[in-house]
């Protein structure tokens, strides 16, 4: 069982509208949250990264965590169609001992 | 800064053979991450070196898969007598920090298709 669930599988939005991704972990050892985005034909790239309870905004884009639930999330406000893409939950342990272990991914569509 | 460099960017194999994946990670980061990319798995962690040590290899299939890191510059990962299951998209990235929270720095991977 991956140790880093995201959820939905994919979404559709319109150009303008909100996108919200869910992260949870089953592993109470994990510190460290990133949001990553794919877009296709390209590695992940940083969206960014959250690391204390409560909420961080940078621009259009908004990251929750919980650490007492383990969930973390992300909410994308006036959506373009150029946020289209995977969007990757990360998470790893304090130690530098253990890689950063990734959700299965969710996929983005904006619509014009 | 060119980023992590990764080639070749795509690879083509017959059943059986060996794949040789090769991986240049930003200059000065210290820790270079392999993962594999598929539909159906999502992002696999495969092994993790940091100053060029392997340090956890816990997502690398047991057979046939190999990696290495002979000098800062540059890791391989290598695959022998390839199967189809093989077929993905190999991720490298490195990062900067010696401790878990630090960004991950991703190549535009290697799409290897096992015929």
């Known amino acids: 069982q991956q140790k880093v669930q995201q959820s939905p599988e994919s979404l559709s939005v319109p150009e303008g509208g909100m996108a919200s991704f869910n992260c949870t972990s089953s592993?109470?050892?994990?510190?460290y949250f990133w949001w990553y985005r794919q877009h296709s034909g390209e590695g992940p790239k940083a969206l960014m990264?959250?690391?204390?309870?409560g909420d961080k905004k940078e621009g259009r884009f908004t990251a929750h965590l919980n650490k007492a639930s383990l969930h973390v999330s992300l909410h994308i406000r006036d959506s373009q169609p150029s946020d289209s893409a995977l969007y990757f939950c990360a998470a790893s342990e304090h130690n530098n001992n253990n890689a950063p272990r990734f959700g299965a991914g969710t996929k983005l569509t904006v619509k014009p | 800064n060119a980023g992590v460099i990764q080639t070749p960017r795509h690879k083509v194999t017959g059943k059986g053979q060996e794949a040789t994946l090769w991986c240049e990670p930003i200059s000065g980061h210290s820790a270079v991450f392999w993962y594999r990319q598929t539909i159906v798995q999502g992002l696999e962690f495969l092994t993790y070196f940091r100053n060029q040590a392997p340090i956890d290899d816990s997502g690398m299939p047991k057979e046939r898969f190999s990696a290495q890191m002979p000098n800062q510059s540059h890791s391989t990962l290598k695959i022998q007598s390839t199967q189809p299951q093989d077929s993905a998209v190999y991720l490298c990235?490195?990062?900067?920090?010696?401790?878990?929270?630090?960004?991950?720095?991703f190549g535009p991977g290697t799409r290897l298709l096992v015929l």
């Open positions: 592993d109470r050892n994990f510190q």
């Open positions: 990235a490195s990062s900067s920090q010696d401790w878990g929270a630090d960004t991950q720095y």
């Open positions: 990264s959250i690391f204390s309870d």
